[in-house]
Protein backbone atom coordinates (compact mmCIF):
# COMPACT_ATOMS: atom_id res chain seq x y z
CA UNK A 1 0.00 0.00 0.00
CA UNK A 2 2.81 2.57 1.13
CA UNK A 3 6.30 1.90 -0.46
CA UNK A 4 8.79 4.79 1.14
CA UNK A 5 11.94 4.79 -0.32
CA UNK A 6 15.28 7.01 1.15
CA UNK A 7 12.91 10.07 1.89
CA UNK A 8 14.13 13.21 2.78
CA UNK A 9 12.57 16.72 3.38
CA UNK A 10 14.58 19.60 4.80
CA UNK A 11 13.35 22.81 5.35
CA UNK A 12 16.34 24.46 4.57
CA UNK A 13 19.08 24.17 6.75
CA UNK A 14 16.88 21.83 9.49
CA UNK A 15 15.88 17.93 7.77
CA UNK A 16 12.85 17.00 9.12
CA UNK A 17 12.98 13.77 7.96
CA UNK A 18 16.45 12.02 7.14
CA UNK A 19 16.48 9.11 4.80
CA UNK A 20 13.61 6.79 5.83
CA UNK A 21 12.54 4.14 4.44
CA UNK A 22 9.28 1.65 4.87
CA UNK A 23 6.47 -0.21 3.64
CA UNK A 24 3.42 -0.83 4.60
CA UNK A 25 1.21 -3.30 3.18
CA UNK A 26 -2.59 -3.88 2.75
CA UNK A 27 -4.53 -4.30 5.88
CA UNK A 28 -1.90 -2.98 8.25
CA UNK A 29 -2.77 -0.82 11.12
CA UNK A 30 0.54 0.59 11.32
CA UNK A 31 1.17 3.06 14.68
CA UNK A 32 3.38 5.91 13.95
CA UNK A 33 4.79 7.04 17.22
CA UNK A 34 7.71 9.67 17.78
CA UNK A 35 8.08 12.52 20.30
CA UNK A 36 7.07 16.24 19.53
CA UNK A 37 9.22 17.08 16.62
CA UNK A 38 10.58 14.11 15.38
CA UNK A 39 9.21 14.43 11.32
CA UNK A 40 5.75 12.62 11.88
CA UNK A 41 3.71 15.18 10.58
CA UNK A 42 6.02 16.21 7.87
CA UNK A 43 5.87 12.47 5.99
CA UNK A 44 2.47 12.42 6.75
CA UNK A 45 2.25 15.72 4.67
CA UNK A 46 4.21 14.13 1.87
CA UNK A 47 2.46 11.20 1.80
CA UNK A 48 -0.95 12.90 1.26
CA UNK A 49 0.69 14.95 -1.58
CA UNK A 50 0.48 18.10 0.67
CA UNK A 51 4.37 18.92 0.13
CA UNK A 52 6.65 17.24 -1.59
CA UNK A 53 9.95 15.53 -0.60
CA UNK A 54 13.65 17.04 -1.38
CA UNK A 55 14.82 13.71 -1.91
CA UNK A 56 13.40 9.96 -2.26
CA UNK A 57 10.28 8.12 -3.50
CA UNK A 58 7.07 7.74 -2.14
CA UNK A 59 4.37 5.65 -3.51
CA UNK A 60 0.86 4.93 -2.38
CA UNK A 61 -1.24 2.30 -3.79
CA UNK A 62 1.70 1.78 -6.82
CA UNK A 63 1.58 5.97 -7.65
CA UNK A 64 4.28 8.31 -7.15
CA UNK A 65 2.50 10.65 -4.79
CA UNK A 66 4.76 13.94 -6.87
CA UNK A 67 3.81 12.48 -10.42
CA UNK A 68 0.65 10.64 -10.17
CA UNK A 69 -0.82 13.07 -6.87
CA UNK A 70 -4.55 13.68 -8.12
CA UNK A 71 -4.21 9.43 -8.47
CA UNK A 72 -3.32 9.03 -4.33
CA UNK A 73 -4.81 11.65 -3.15
CA UNK A 74 -8.11 9.63 -4.39
CA UNK A 75 -7.19 6.78 -2.38
CA UNK A 76 -6.01 8.45 0.94
CA UNK A 77 -8.00 9.75 3.82
CA UNK A 78 -6.15 12.11 5.75
CA UNK A 79 -7.13 13.67 8.91
CA UNK A 80 -4.34 16.92 9.83
CA UNK A 81 -3.69 17.17 13.24
CA UNK A 82 -5.55 20.06 13.59
CA UNK A 83 -8.58 19.33 12.02
CA UNK A 84 -9.06 22.19 10.01
CA UNK A 85 -12.52 22.33 8.90
CA UNK A 86 -14.58 25.46 7.13
CA UNK A 87 -16.93 26.72 10.41
CA UNK A 88 -19.55 28.50 8.39
CA UNK A 89 -20.88 25.04 7.18
CA UNK A 90 -22.92 22.89 8.55
CA UNK A 91 -21.75 19.30 9.31
CA UNK A 92 -24.09 17.62 6.59
CA UNK A 93 -23.34 20.46 3.96
CA UNK A 94 -19.47 20.37 4.76
CA UNK A 95 -19.95 16.24 4.02
CA UNK A 96 -21.85 16.85 0.92
CA UNK A 97 -19.47 19.14 -0.72
CA UNK A 98 -16.38 16.82 0.57
CA UNK A 99 -18.05 14.14 -1.06
CA UNK A 100 -18.74 15.81 -4.57
CA UNK A 101 -15.18 16.75 -4.24
CA UNK A 102 -13.57 13.28 -3.54
CA UNK A 103 -15.71 11.76 -6.63
CA UNK A 104 -18.23 9.86 -4.38
CA UNK A 105 -20.95 9.17 -6.88
CA UNK A 106 -23.99 11.26 -6.54
CA UNK A 107 -26.33 7.49 -6.46
CA UNK A 108 -24.05 6.75 -3.32
CA UNK A 109 -23.68 10.26 -1.92
CA UNK A 110 -26.65 10.57 0.93
CA UNK A 111 -26.20 7.09 2.11
CA UNK A 112 -23.04 6.99 2.47
CA UNK A 113 -23.04 10.40 4.16
CA UNK A 114 -25.59 8.59 6.44
CA UNK A 115 -23.09 6.07 7.08
CA UNK A 116 -19.73 7.54 7.77
CA UNK A 117 -22.05 10.21 10.39
CA UNK A 118 -23.40 7.41 11.81
CA UNK A 119 -20.12 5.51 12.20
CA UNK A 120 -18.30 8.69 13.83
CA UNK A 121 -21.46 9.45 15.69
CA UNK A 122 -22.05 13.02 14.53
CA UNK A 123 -25.75 12.18 13.04
CA UNK A 124 -26.72 13.96 16.17
CA UNK A 125 -25.34 17.28 15.00
CA UNK A 126 -25.92 16.96 11.27
CA UNK A 127 -27.98 20.35 10.82
CA UNK A 128 -24.84 22.41 13.46
CA UNK A 129 -22.52 24.95 12.19
CA UNK A 130 -19.40 22.97 12.31
CA UNK A 131 -18.06 26.40 14.03
CA UNK A 132 -20.05 25.84 17.05
CA UNK A 133 -18.85 22.13 17.25
CA UNK A 134 -16.85 20.66 21.03
CA UNK A 135 -13.52 19.62 19.80
CA UNK A 136 -14.25 16.11 20.01
CA UNK A 137 -17.03 16.33 17.51
CA UNK A 138 -14.63 18.14 15.34
CA UNK A 139 -12.10 15.43 15.63
CA UNK A 140 -15.13 13.20 14.58
CA UNK A 141 -16.47 15.40 11.43
CA UNK A 142 -13.26 15.14 10.74
CA UNK A 143 -12.69 11.04 10.69
CA UNK A 144 -15.98 11.04 8.98
CA UNK A 145 -14.87 13.00 6.40
CA UNK A 146 -11.73 11.15 6.02
CA UNK A 147 -13.02 7.91 5.06
CA UNK A 148 -16.12 9.14 3.35
CA UNK A 149 -14.49 7.75 -0.25
CA UNK A 150 -14.14 4.61 1.77
CA UNK A 151 -10.42 5.37 0.86
CA UNK A 152 -8.09 2.25 0.62
CA UNK A 153 -5.43 4.02 3.13
CA UNK A 154 -6.41 6.24 6.21
CA UNK A 155 -3.51 8.52 7.53
CA UNK A 156 -4.57 9.67 10.75
CA UNK A 157 -2.14 12.65 12.11
CA UNK A 158 -2.64 12.29 15.99
CA UNK A 159 -6.71 11.74 15.94
CA UNK A 160 -6.81 11.71 19.50
CA UNK A 161 -5.39 14.80 20.90
CA UNK A 162 -7.44 17.15 22.21
CA UNK A 163 -10.55 14.12 23.24
CA UNK A 164 -12.04 13.29 26.75
CA UNK A 165 -10.97 9.96 28.21
CA UNK A 166 -14.56 9.04 26.88
CA UNK A 167 -14.17 10.32 23.40
CA UNK A 168 -10.41 8.27 23.50
CA UNK A 169 -11.95 5.43 23.86
CA UNK A 170 -14.73 5.71 21.29
CA UNK A 171 -12.26 6.94 18.49
CA UNK A 172 -10.33 4.20 19.21
CA UNK A 173 -12.96 1.86 18.89
CA UNK A 174 -13.90 3.23 15.75
CA UNK A 175 -9.82 3.07 14.08
CA UNK A 176 -9.92 -0.54 15.28
CA UNK A 177 -13.48 -1.38 13.50
CA UNK A 178 -12.08 0.70 10.85
CA UNK A 179 -8.87 -1.51 10.31
CA UNK A 180 -10.81 -4.30 9.64
CA UNK A 181 -11.29 -2.73 5.56
CA UNK A 182 -8.80 -0.27 5.41
CA UNK A 183 -4.81 0.23 5.61
CA UNK A 184 -4.63 2.34 8.38
CA UNK A 185 -1.58 4.81 9.14
CA UNK A 186 -1.80 6.43 12.23
CA UNK A 187 0.55 8.72 14.56
CA UNK A 188 0.41 9.62 18.13
CA UNK A 189 2.78 10.10 20.93
CA UNK A 190 0.30 8.52 23.07
CA UNK A 191 1.99 5.02 24.30
CA UNK A 192 -1.31 3.11 25.28
CA UNK A 193 -3.22 4.34 22.44
CA UNK A 194 -0.44 2.12 19.65
CA UNK A 195 -0.71 -0.96 21.80
CA UNK A 196 -4.54 -0.74 21.74
CA UNK A 197 -5.01 -0.32 18.28
CA UNK A 198 -1.72 -1.07 16.24
CA UNK A 199 -0.28 -4.52 14.88
CA UNK A 200 2.58 -2.73 14.23
CA UNK A 201 4.96 0.15 15.21
CA UNK A 202 7.37 2.43 13.90
CA UNK A 203 9.01 4.46 15.92
CA UNK A 204 11.06 7.87 14.42
CA UNK A 205 12.65 10.30 16.31
CA UNK A 206 14.69 12.86 14.49
CA UNK A 207 13.90 12.22 11.11
CA UNK A 208 14.75 8.50 10.87
CA UNK A 209 13.05 5.45 11.87
CA UNK A 210 14.26 4.07 15.23
CA UNK A 211 12.25 0.87 15.19
CA UNK A 212 10.08 -1.14 13.17
CA UNK A 213 8.33 -4.22 14.39
CA UNK A 214 5.32 -5.87 14.85
CA UNK A 215 3.73 -4.43 18.56
CA UNK A 216 3.88 -8.53 19.42
CA UNK A 217 7.53 -8.70 19.04
CA UNK A 218 8.02 -5.61 20.76
CA UNK A 219 5.85 -6.54 24.25
CA UNK A 220 7.96 -9.87 24.30
CA UNK A 221 11.46 -8.69 25.20
CA UNK A 222 12.02 -9.48 28.87
CA UNK A 223 14.99 -8.23 31.18
CA UNK A 224 16.22 -9.21 34.65
CA UNK A 225 16.87 -6.69 36.83
CA UNK A 226 19.59 -7.27 39.63
CA UNK A 227 20.76 -5.68 42.45
CA UNK A 228 23.87 -6.98 43.99
CA UNK A 229 26.53 -6.20 46.59
CA UNK A 230 30.13 -7.07 44.93
CA UNK A 231 32.43 -5.30 43.03
CA UNK A 232 30.58 -3.95 39.61
CA UNK A 233 33.07 -4.80 36.92
CA UNK A 234 34.10 -8.17 38.04
CA UNK A 235 30.05 -8.77 38.24
CA UNK A 236 29.51 -7.18 35.23
CA UNK A 237 32.27 -9.83 33.52
CA UNK A 238 30.93 -12.54 35.33
CA UNK A 239 27.28 -12.15 34.18
CA UNK A 240 28.41 -11.75 30.52
CA UNK A 241 29.68 -15.41 30.85
CA UNK A 242 26.42 -16.75 31.59
CA UNK A 243 25.38 -18.46 28.65
CA UNK A 244 22.13 -17.04 26.96
CA UNK A 245 22.64 -13.34 28.12
CA UNK A 246 22.18 -11.47 25.28
CA UNK A 247 23.58 -8.16 27.24
CA UNK A 248 24.18 -6.33 30.20
CA UNK A 249 23.71 -2.94 30.86
CA UNK A 250 25.19 -1.36 34.21
CA UNK A 251 23.16 1.00 35.73
CA UNK A 252 23.49 3.83 38.26
CA UNK A 253 24.64 1.92 41.57
CA UNK A 254 22.16 2.19 44.83
CA UNK A 255 23.33 2.34 48.51
CA UNK A 256 26.75 0.79 46.79
CA UNK A 257 24.74 -2.13 45.57
CA UNK A 258 25.86 -3.01 41.83
CA UNK A 259 22.86 -2.87 39.78
CA UNK A 260 22.39 -4.15 36.17
CA UNK A 261 19.62 -5.29 33.51
CA UNK A 262 20.51 -8.10 31.44
CA UNK A 263 18.79 -8.96 28.14
CA UNK A 264 18.72 -12.44 27.56
CA UNK A 265 18.51 -14.34 24.33
CA UNK A 266 15.15 -15.20 23.29
CA UNK A 267 13.14 -14.38 26.66
CA UNK A 268 14.71 -17.33 28.52
CA UNK A 269 14.46 -16.60 32.05
CA UNK A 270 17.60 -17.05 33.72
CA UNK A 271 17.05 -16.24 37.08
CA UNK A 272 17.95 -19.56 38.44
CA UNK A 273 21.56 -20.06 36.76
CA UNK A 274 21.82 -16.07 37.36
CA UNK A 275 21.58 -16.29 41.28
CA UNK A 276 23.09 -19.41 41.27
CA UNK A 277 26.42 -18.23 39.43
CA UNK A 278 26.87 -14.66 41.97
CA UNK A 279 26.52 -17.15 45.30
CA UNK A 280 28.64 -18.96 44.13
CA UNK A 281 30.58 -15.99 44.16
CA UNK A 282 29.74 -14.72 47.42
CA UNK A 283 28.12 -11.69 46.41
CA UNK A 284 25.00 -11.29 48.32
CA UNK A 285 22.10 -10.18 46.74
CA UNK A 286 19.19 -7.60 47.08
CA UNK A 287 17.29 -8.08 44.20
CA UNK A 288 16.46 -10.24 41.36
CA UNK A 289 13.24 -10.23 38.86
CA UNK A 290 12.08 -10.40 35.54
CA UNK A 291 10.89 -6.75 33.97
CA UNK A 292 8.64 -7.14 30.97
CA UNK A 293 9.92 -4.43 28.97
CA UNK A 294 7.50 -1.98 28.44
CA UNK A 295 6.40 0.10 24.73
CA UNK A 296 7.39 2.81 27.12
CA UNK A 297 11.12 1.58 27.73
CA UNK A 298 11.36 0.86 23.95
CA UNK A 299 9.84 4.32 23.09
CA UNK A 300 12.32 6.11 25.27
CA UNK A 301 15.36 3.56 24.43
CA UNK A 302 14.74 4.84 21.21
CA UNK A 303 14.07 8.12 21.16
CA UNK A 304 17.02 8.56 23.86
CA UNK A 305 19.80 6.58 21.07
CA UNK A 306 19.55 9.84 18.89
CA UNK A 307 20.11 12.09 21.66
CA UNK A 308 23.75 10.40 22.56
CA UNK B 1 -12.19 20.67 -14.52
CA UNK B 2 -15.57 18.51 -13.02
CA UNK B 3 -14.28 19.82 -9.35
CA UNK B 4 -15.14 23.66 -10.47
CA UNK B 5 -18.72 23.73 -10.02
CA UNK B 6 -18.45 22.14 -6.27
CA UNK B 7 -16.13 24.68 -5.24
CA UNK B 8 -17.24 27.36 -6.75
CA UNK B 9 -20.23 26.57 -5.00
CA UNK B 10 -18.47 26.60 -1.22
CA UNK B 11 -16.59 30.09 -2.63
CA UNK B 12 -20.19 31.51 -3.25
CA UNK B 13 -22.01 30.09 -0.42
CA UNK B 14 -18.65 30.94 1.87
CA UNK B 15 -18.96 34.73 0.99
CA UNK B 16 -23.04 34.55 1.78
CA UNK B 17 -22.12 33.07 4.74
CA UNK B 18 -20.47 36.04 6.13
CA UNK B 19 -21.02 39.05 7.44
CA UNK B 20 -18.99 41.14 5.61
CA UNK B 21 -20.48 40.24 2.33
CA UNK B 22 -24.13 41.92 3.59
CA UNK B 23 -22.12 44.70 4.68
CA UNK B 24 -20.65 45.23 1.54
CA UNK B 25 -23.63 44.94 -0.04
CA UNK B 26 -25.23 47.78 1.62
CA UNK B 27 -22.52 49.79 1.45
CA UNK B 28 -22.74 49.24 -2.26
CA UNK B 29 -26.59 49.60 -2.27
CA UNK B 30 -26.11 53.10 -0.17
CA UNK B 31 -23.50 54.28 -2.85
CA UNK B 32 -25.46 53.09 -5.74
CA UNK B 33 -28.41 55.24 -4.42
CA UNK B 34 -26.63 58.02 -4.18
CA UNK B 35 -25.38 58.06 -7.57
CA UNK B 36 -29.04 57.49 -8.87
CA UNK B 37 -29.67 60.61 -6.77
CA UNK B 38 -27.26 63.05 -8.12
CA UNK B 39 -28.28 61.49 -11.56
CA UNK B 40 -31.84 62.64 -11.04
CA UNK B 41 -30.69 66.29 -9.69
CA UNK B 42 -28.28 65.81 -12.38
CA UNK B 43 -31.09 65.40 -15.38
CA UNK B 44 -33.54 67.56 -14.03
CA UNK B 45 -31.28 71.01 -14.55
CA UNK B 46 -31.32 71.70 -17.95
CA UNK B 47 -27.89 71.94 -19.65
CA UNK B 48 -25.76 71.30 -22.52
CA UNK B 49 -22.96 68.70 -22.84
CA UNK B 50 -19.56 70.03 -24.04
CA UNK B 51 -18.24 66.81 -27.01
CA UNK B 52 -15.81 64.45 -25.48
CA UNK B 53 -17.06 64.98 -21.84
CA UNK B 54 -18.71 62.23 -19.97
CA UNK B 55 -22.12 62.04 -19.94
CA UNK B 56 -24.58 61.81 -16.75
CA UNK B 57 -25.17 58.77 -17.18
CA UNK B 58 -22.00 57.61 -17.49
CA UNK B 59 -20.60 59.34 -14.58
CA UNK B 60 -23.26 58.00 -12.87
CA UNK B 61 -21.98 54.58 -13.85
CA UNK B 62 -17.93 54.70 -13.39
CA UNK B 63 -16.91 58.41 -13.94
CA UNK B 64 -17.30 59.51 -10.13
CA UNK B 65 -15.57 59.49 -6.77
CA UNK B 66 -17.99 57.27 -5.07
CA UNK B 67 -17.48 54.64 -7.17
CA UNK B 68 -14.10 54.46 -6.75
CA UNK B 69 -13.99 54.95 -3.17
CA UNK B 70 -16.17 51.76 -3.29
CA UNK B 71 -14.21 50.03 -5.67
CA UNK B 72 -11.10 50.95 -3.80
CA UNK B 73 -12.92 49.21 -0.70
CA UNK B 74 -15.14 46.55 -2.41
CA UNK B 75 -12.27 44.72 -3.35
CA UNK B 76 -9.77 44.36 -1.11
CA UNK B 77 -12.65 42.94 0.89
CA UNK B 78 -14.00 40.76 -1.41
CA UNK B 79 -10.28 39.41 -2.37
CA UNK B 80 -8.49 39.66 1.38
CA UNK B 81 -10.34 36.47 2.37
CA UNK B 82 -10.04 34.02 -0.63
CA UNK B 83 -6.72 31.97 0.07
CA UNK B 84 -5.19 33.45 2.98
CA UNK B 85 -8.05 32.85 5.48
CA UNK B 86 -7.58 29.14 3.85
CA UNK B 87 -3.60 29.10 4.90
CA UNK B 88 -4.65 31.02 8.46
CA UNK B 89 -7.08 28.38 9.11
CA UNK B 90 -5.59 25.51 7.47
CA UNK B 91 -8.01 24.25 5.55
CA UNK B 92 -5.81 24.84 2.71
CA UNK B 93 -4.30 21.29 4.02
CA UNK B 94 -7.72 19.27 3.50
CA UNK B 95 -8.61 20.95 0.58
CA UNK B 96 -5.37 20.61 -1.36
CA UNK B 97 -4.84 16.56 -0.02
CA UNK B 98 -8.47 16.11 -1.74
CA UNK B 99 -8.27 15.44 -5.33
CA UNK B 100 -8.49 18.87 -6.83
CA UNK B 101 -5.72 20.74 -8.69
CA UNK B 102 -4.13 23.98 -8.04
CA UNK B 103 -6.11 25.60 -10.84
CA UNK B 104 -9.43 24.57 -10.03
CA UNK B 105 -8.83 25.94 -6.62
CA UNK B 106 -7.54 29.44 -8.01
CA UNK B 107 -10.23 29.77 -10.52
CA UNK B 108 -13.23 28.58 -8.29
CA UNK B 109 -12.05 31.32 -6.07
CA UNK B 110 -11.51 33.88 -9.10
CA UNK B 111 -15.27 32.71 -10.29
CA UNK B 112 -17.08 32.79 -6.51
CA UNK B 113 -15.67 36.48 -5.94
CA UNK B 114 -16.47 37.57 -9.72
CA UNK B 115 -19.76 36.37 -9.31
CA UNK B 116 -20.07 38.68 -5.57
CA UNK B 117 -18.72 41.72 -7.74
CA UNK B 118 -21.18 41.48 -10.04
CA UNK B 119 -23.89 41.01 -6.69
CA UNK B 120 -22.66 44.21 -5.95
CA UNK B 121 -23.49 46.20 -8.89
CA UNK B 122 -26.86 44.91 -9.59
CA UNK B 123 -28.61 47.92 -7.91
CA UNK B 124 -26.78 50.21 -10.10
CA UNK B 125 -28.43 48.20 -13.18
CA UNK B 126 -32.05 47.81 -11.51
CA UNK B 127 -31.76 51.97 -10.89
CA UNK B 128 -31.71 52.55 -14.62
CA UNK B 129 -34.10 49.95 -15.88
CA UNK B 130 -36.59 51.71 -14.04
CA UNK B 131 -35.63 55.06 -14.79
CA UNK B 132 -36.17 54.00 -18.30
CA UNK B 133 -39.50 52.08 -17.24
CA UNK B 134 -41.31 54.71 -14.96
CA UNK B 135 -39.07 58.22 -15.45
CA UNK B 136 -40.02 57.75 -19.08
CA UNK B 137 -36.43 59.39 -19.96
CA UNK B 138 -35.29 58.02 -23.19
CA UNK B 139 -31.54 57.65 -22.78
CA UNK B 140 -28.99 55.45 -25.17
CA UNK B 141 -28.23 51.70 -23.81
CA UNK B 142 -25.10 51.74 -25.86
CA UNK B 143 -22.58 53.77 -24.35
CA UNK B 144 -24.11 52.12 -21.05
CA UNK B 145 -23.37 48.30 -21.99
CA UNK B 146 -19.66 49.55 -22.98
CA UNK B 147 -19.40 51.77 -19.74
CA UNK B 148 -20.80 48.24 -17.93
CA UNK B 149 -18.30 46.46 -20.00
CA UNK B 150 -15.70 48.60 -18.24
CA UNK B 151 -16.77 48.07 -15.19
CA UNK B 152 -16.93 44.17 -15.68
CA UNK B 153 -13.41 43.76 -17.17
CA UNK B 154 -11.28 46.44 -14.65
CA UNK B 155 -13.33 44.30 -11.78
CA UNK B 156 -11.70 40.98 -13.48
CA UNK B 157 -8.45 42.79 -13.01
CA UNK B 158 -8.65 44.37 -10.31
CA UNK B 159 -9.62 41.13 -8.27
CA UNK B 160 -7.27 39.05 -9.85
CA UNK B 161 -4.75 41.62 -8.21
CA UNK B 162 -6.36 40.90 -4.34
CA UNK B 163 -6.57 37.04 -5.26
CA UNK B 164 -2.85 36.82 -6.20
CA UNK B 165 -2.19 39.26 -2.80
CA UNK B 166 -4.19 36.93 -0.78
CA UNK B 167 -2.24 34.05 -1.94
CA UNK B 168 0.94 35.69 -0.79
CA UNK B 169 0.53 36.09 3.05
CA UNK B 170 -1.61 34.54 5.83
CA UNK B 171 -2.59 38.11 7.18
CA UNK B 172 -5.35 38.96 5.71
CA UNK B 173 -5.27 42.89 6.14
CA UNK B 174 -1.51 42.40 4.38
CA UNK B 175 -3.34 41.28 1.33
CA UNK B 176 -6.14 44.23 1.65
CA UNK B 177 -3.86 47.02 2.08
CA UNK B 178 -1.70 45.48 -1.00
CA UNK B 179 -4.73 45.19 -2.79
CA UNK B 180 -5.83 49.06 -1.48
CA UNK B 181 -2.46 50.42 -2.61
CA UNK B 182 -2.23 48.94 -5.87
CA UNK B 183 -5.69 50.05 -7.00
CA UNK B 184 -5.20 53.17 -5.52
CA UNK B 185 -2.39 53.69 -7.64
CA UNK B 186 -4.17 52.40 -11.26
CA UNK B 187 -6.72 54.87 -10.05
CA UNK B 188 -4.46 57.97 -10.08
CA UNK B 189 -2.45 57.52 -12.68
CA UNK B 190 -5.18 59.24 -14.31
CA UNK B 191 -3.18 62.29 -13.04
CA UNK B 192 -0.11 61.66 -14.32
CA UNK B 193 -1.45 60.94 -17.38
CA UNK B 194 -3.32 64.32 -17.50
CA UNK B 195 0.34 65.69 -16.46
CA UNK B 196 2.03 64.06 -19.40
CA UNK B 197 -0.89 65.25 -21.88
CA UNK B 198 -0.04 68.55 -21.31
CA UNK B 199 3.68 68.89 -21.28
CA UNK B 200 4.94 68.42 -24.67
CA UNK B 201 8.42 67.16 -23.74
CA UNK B 202 6.79 64.03 -22.15
CA UNK B 203 3.45 63.57 -24.21
CA UNK B 204 5.33 60.77 -26.06
CA UNK B 205 4.82 59.01 -22.51
CA UNK B 206 1.14 59.79 -22.14
CA UNK B 207 -0.30 56.82 -24.41
CA UNK B 208 1.48 53.80 -22.27
CA UNK B 209 0.45 55.59 -19.27
CA UNK B 210 -3.22 55.78 -20.50
CA UNK B 211 -2.93 52.01 -20.19
CA UNK B 212 -3.16 51.92 -16.24
CA UNK B 213 -5.26 55.27 -16.06
CA UNK B 214 -8.10 52.64 -15.28
CA UNK B 215 -10.36 55.79 -15.15
CA UNK B 216 -9.93 57.15 -18.65
CA UNK B 217 -10.76 53.66 -20.11
CA UNK B 218 -14.04 54.27 -18.63
CA UNK B 219 -14.71 57.53 -20.14
CA UNK B 220 -13.90 56.58 -23.44
CA UNK B 221 -16.16 53.68 -23.01
CA UNK B 222 -19.08 55.90 -22.46
CA UNK B 223 -18.19 58.42 -25.05
CA UNK B 224 -18.13 55.96 -27.89
CA UNK B 225 -14.29 55.17 -27.79
CA UNK B 226 -14.36 51.51 -27.43
CA UNK B 227 -11.33 50.44 -27.96
CA UNK B 228 -10.36 46.92 -27.56
CA UNK B 229 -6.99 46.85 -26.35
CA UNK B 230 -7.69 48.19 -23.01
CA UNK B 231 -10.62 45.57 -22.66
CA UNK B 232 -7.14 43.28 -23.76
CA UNK B 233 -5.36 44.88 -20.86
CA UNK B 234 -7.17 44.25 -18.39
CA UNK B 235 -8.55 40.76 -19.46
CA UNK B 236 -4.35 40.42 -20.00
CA UNK B 237 -3.66 41.37 -16.41
CA UNK B 238 -6.25 39.12 -15.35
CA UNK B 239 -4.29 36.04 -16.84
CA UNK B 240 -1.41 36.65 -15.94
CA UNK B 241 -2.19 37.63 -11.99
CA UNK B 242 -4.32 33.77 -12.12
CA UNK B 243 -1.40 32.17 -13.29
CA UNK B 244 0.86 33.89 -11.03
CA UNK B 245 -1.46 32.84 -8.38
CA UNK B 246 -1.71 29.20 -9.55
CA UNK B 247 1.67 29.49 -9.53
CA UNK B 248 2.20 30.88 -5.83
CA UNK B 249 -0.18 27.95 -4.58
CA UNK B 250 1.89 25.24 -6.04
CA UNK B 251 5.12 26.88 -4.72
CA UNK B 252 4.52 25.05 -1.44
CA UNK B 253 5.52 22.16 -3.51
CA UNK B 254 9.01 23.82 -4.27
CA UNK B 255 10.08 24.37 -0.74
Known sequence: MIQVDRLVKSFGSIVAVDRISFEVSKGEIVGFLGPNGAGKTTTMRILTCFIPATSGQAKVGGFDVMTDSIEVRRRIGYLPESVPLYGEMRVNEYLNYRAKLKGVPRAERSSRIGYVMERCRVDDRARQLIGTLSKGYRQRVGLADAMLHNPDLLILDEPTVGLDPIQIRETRKVIKELGEQHTILLSTHILPEVEMVCERVMIIASGQIKLDDKLANLRGGAVIHLEVRGPQQNVHNMLETIDGVAGVDAREPQDGLAVFDVRTKNDEDLREKISQRVAQNGWPIRQLDLRQRTLEDRFIEAAMKVEE | ?255
Open chain 2, 1 to 255: MKNLWTLTQREIGGFFLSPIAYMVLIGMLAVSCLNFWFLLTELSELRIEAAGEASPMVRYVAANLWFWLSMLIMVPVATMRLIAEEKRSGTIEVLMTAPVTDLEVVLSKFIGCVAFYCTMWTPSVIFLVVLRQYGNFEFDWWPLYAVYLGVFTVGLMFLSVGLFYSSLTRNQIVAAILTFATVLIMFSTFLIHWYLERNPSWSAWAPPIKYSAVLLHLIDFGTGKMEVKYLAFHLSVMVFMLFLTTKIVEARKWR
